[in-house]
């Protein structure tokens, strides 16, 4: 039996490499041929699918969307000139204390941004996927320098201020910064785990905001602010807003549109294409992956999708495993919900999962 195994992450619990390192021991099998491959639509584990003898990885001192000290990782390879780096990283965990969402800032990505365009890199890498803020980028145009005005055109971002989504009501008007040489000849490609949009029925406040636990008044709030955000960036740049991706990063992506040349990429389909999962699918028999969650954001363009398409287009057998899901069935293949209903030990995560799979094996063996 050909199997193979791919997870996405499960996020901020274990990584795709880890989970699919859980099953090495099937490697002694004479019965079973195993291929394992790193998966990510740009919502985490970007880090291992990129990854190999070129690249190296370092860490960035930031402060978080908490204003907080942390660190960011970051990959490089010097053979290709591109660096790496999931905007996830620079969120930081939150705290108690940490009640409002709109106080949350995308400050620590420009910072990560401005180390690594002085590395000599023509391409930057960035996954937008699992955000905590919700401030249309304005945190990192802060960091990288663009200036924010009020309707008295005074200047609403001081050199020490922590800038965030509470400030985007008042934001009437953007002076973009100049880019350095280096910044210029950098390529940014977005890696977006969602086909949000900015604003709209699909938009980042409409899709998300329930997730970030932002309350009534302030979704009113911010669908103003980021239709007034919209106008500025098509007014300014001369380039069109109501594109699939944009809203994802809790907007970043849209700012990193506006400053940049950038290019917008379905995080799902190009690491798909990347790590060649349509020729392991069509070449093996079983195919097992999932994610830590499934509900309907699963989707909305992200990465399990197409596995699922993948797999019934050669009608193989799949198995999609979740520590929860909202949704109770998917349609093609089985769908394995370990139901955690609460954060589990990774031990105790580890020995249901394998029993799981095993149980798995066992079955489509015999059917063999």
Do not use: W
């Amino acid at each position: 039996m050909k199997l193979l195994v791919s997870f996405m992450p499960f996020k901020n619990f274990m990584s795709s490499k880890e989970l699919n390192n859980l099953f090495s021991f099937f490697k002694g099998k004479s019965n079973i041929k195993i291929n394992f491959i790193p998966f990510s639509d740009g919502g985490g584990s970007l880090n291992e699918v990129f990854e190999d003898k070129n690249t190296y990885t370092r860490t960035v001192q930031i402060t978080n969307s908490l204003n907080r000290k942390d660190s960011c990782r970051v990959l490089i390879n010097k053979k290709k000139k591109f660096g790496l780096f999931e905007i996830n990283e620079t969120m930081g965990q939150i705290k108690k204390k940490d009640i409002d969402p709109l106080k949350r800032s995308s400050f620590g990505i420009g910072q990560v941004i401005l180390y690594l365009s002085k590395l000599n890199l023509n391409r930057i890498y960035i996954g937008t996927g699992g955000s905590i803020n919700t401030d249309c980028g304005i945190g990192m145009a802060h960091a990288l320098g663009v200036k924010f005005y009020d309707s008295k055109k005074k200047i609403l971002n001081y050199k020490n201020t922590f800038f965030h989504a509470r400030y985007l009501e008042k934001i009437n008007d953007i002076k973009k910064i100049q880019l350095s040489k280096k910044l210029k000849k950098i390529k940014i490609f977005i890696i977006s785990d969602s086909s949000v949009k900015l604003c709209g029925k699909k938009g980042q406040i409409n899709i998300f905001s329930k997730q970030k636990k932002i309350n009534k008044l302030d979704q009113i709030i911010l669908t103003k602010s980021f239709k007034k955000m919209k106008k500025i960036f098509e007014k300014k740049s001369k380039k069109k807003f109501n594109l699939p991706y944009l809203g994802s990063g809790g907007g970043v992506a849209s700012m990193l549109y506006f400053i940049f040349n950038s290019k917008l990429l379905n995080g799902a389909k190009f690491i798909f294409k990347k790590q060649k999962l349509d020729k392991y699918i069509k070449e093996n028999d079983l195919i097992i992956s999932g994610e830590g969650k499934l509900d309907r954001t699963t989707f909305e363009g992200k990465g399990l999708l197409e596995i699922i398409k993948a797999s019934k287009k050669y009608k193989k057998k799949l198995y999609l495993i979740c520590a929860k899901s909202t949704i109770n069935k998917i349609n093609y293949g089985n769908l394995i919900n370990l139901d955690f209903k609460k954060i589990t030990s990774k031990t105790n995560f580890i020995v249901r999962l394998k029993k799981k799979v095993n149980s798995i094996i066992k079955f489509n063996e015999k059917k063999n």
